[in-house]
């Protein structure tokens, strides 16, 4: 990862972090969706 003259690393582990809470977060949301549904159809069928 190349990192501008005017970006200290300080910057570019918070981008990263801030990138890896989305994508943990998004997957919070999706296992949570996928779960209620396969809860749903089993209360369902």
């Known amino acids: 990862m190349q990192l501008n003259a005017e970006t200290t690393s300080e910057d570019g ?5 801030a990138r ?3 994508v943990v977060w998004a ?3 999706i ?3 996928l ?10 069928t």
């Open 13 to 17: 582990i918070a981008r990263d972090e």
């Open 20 to 22: 890896i809470n989305r």
């Open 27 to 29: 997957s919070r949301v």
């Open 31 to 33: 296992v949570s969706g």
């Open 35 to 44: 779960t209620a549904g396969v809860v749903a159809f089993f209360v369902l």
